[in-house]
């Protein structure tokens, strides 16, 4: 598998006057619809594409929901998607609010079979 890069030029943001320095950003080949998707996985599977669409718009409520109630949602050899949260700092422990949380963020850490497969990633210029 072969993912394209372009270069961009980017300033360092903790110096602005440092030299500007040159790196590899990926390119998107395109989008892939939850549709095309589940059409991917019934060629591959005995499942039909309509019972996977399903399965996916299910798992796809179910998430976030699970992460809404506090939970770490555990994918197997996929992975794990948790939350983050942004936040002001205050001086005094005893003052600490939850309206100091600023973002709220859904992060993701790619399981054993997730990252064997991104290892046999090739680049190529664009």
């Known amino acids: 598998m072969t993912v394209k890069y372009n270069v961009v030029e980017r300033g360092n943001p903790s110096n602005p006057g440092a030299p500007k320095k ?15 998707l589940a059409g991917r996985i019934s060629e ?33 050899d996929f992975g794990n998607f948790w939350l ?11 003052n600490v609010r939850a309206t100091q949380i600023t973002t709220l963020l859904p992060r993701f850490n790619a399981g054993k079979e997730f990252k064997k497969v991104l290892a046999t990633v090739e680049f190529e210029k664009a």
């Open 44 to 76: 591959i599977s005995t499942v039909s594409s309509t019972d996977t669409m399903a399965v996916l718009e299910a798992l796809l409520t179910v998430i976030p929901q699970e992460l809404a109630s506090g939970n770490i949602v555990e994918l197997g």
């Open 22 to 36: 040159f790196y590899p950003s990926i390119s998107s080949s395109g989008r892939k619809t939850l549709r095309q």
């Open 84 to 94: 983050k949260a942004n936040a002001d700092g205050v001086d005094d422990e005893n």
